[in-house]
């Protein structure tokens, strides 16, 4: 089955431990996002990735890192992760051609104490 | 770049109802554009796409939506909704050609009442 898998879809954690949310998509898709959803606040996208070792910052990048070194998975990094990095995330996946529809995780509801 | 307005944050229904979610945006290029719908504690999913050709653009579980190009906007309606159809919907829209970044509205709180 087509899919992108995150996990953990839930963690409480306490600031400052690290943590990582992992995603992996198996439809070969070359385009890859990290969104963090807030009530009010809709979809913002943190990071983006084009392909293997290309990524970029969407719009909410302070406080997180990714990286690509393979196509298929896209890990989201909270080196120090504060309160207000409570939200939900999502990771979700495309072809980066043409006019594609991006397929989502489930979601990873974090919260930090 | 590009900006998406969902100019209602909530949109309260009674079952049966017909409804309408409102989504503006604005781009100096053709666009592509999209509605998504997120049913509680679930990820987003596609419900509707217009991509080129016919403006009136029919979805999945009986949803429609209009692309109008002179008014900038990509409205999405149901004749009658269930109360299934309780849900986070958003509108998207990304840029034809170049690079593939797409830009979401705020979202629209469908809630259908009994």
């Known amino acids: 089955e087509a899919q992108v898998t995150q996990n953990p879809r839930y963690l409480i954690t306490v600031t400052g431990k690290k943590l990582t949310v992992t995603c992996s998509q198996n439809?070969?898709?070359?385009?890859m996002s990290w969104y963090r959803q807030d009530p009010g606040l809709g979809l913002r996208q943190i990071y983006y990735?084009?392909?293997?070792?290309?990524?970029d910052k969407g719009d909410v990048p302070e406080g997180y890192k990714v990286s690509r070194k393979e196509k298929r998975n896209f890990p989201l990094i909270l080196e120090s992760p504060s309160p207000n990095q409570t939200s939900l995330y999502f990771c979700?996946?495309?072809?980066?051609?043409?006019?594609?529809?991006?397929?989502f995780g489930a979601g990873s509801r974090l919260t930090v104490l | 770049a590009q900006s998406v307005t969902q100019l209602d944050s909530q949109v309260p229904v009674f079952e049966e109802a017909p409804v309408e979610l409102r989504c503006n945006y604005s781009?100096?290029?053709?666009?592509?554009l999209f509605w998504y719908v997120q049913y509680p504690n679930q990820g987003l999913q596609l419900l509707l796409k217009?991509?080129?050709?016919?403006?009136l653009v029919k979805g999945i579980n009986g949803f429609e939506a209009e692309f109008n190009k002179s008014q900038t906007s990509f409205h999405l309606r149901k004749p009658s909704v269930h109360i299934s159809d309780t849900a986070e919907y958003f509108c998207?829209?990304?840029?034809?050609?170049?690079?593939?970044?797409?830009?979401f509205g705020r979202g629209t709180s469908l809630i259908v009442h009994p």
């Open positions: 439809m070969n898709h070359e385009y």
């Open positions: 979700a996946s495309t072809y980066s051609s043409g006019a594609n529809v991006l397929t």
């Open positions: 217009y991509l080129s050709g016919s403006t």
């Open positions: 990735s084009m392909n293997v070792e290309v990524t």
């Open positions: 781009s100096s290029v053709s666009v592509y």
């Open positions: 998207a829209v990304s840029a034809r050609g170049g690079s593939y970044i797409p830009t």
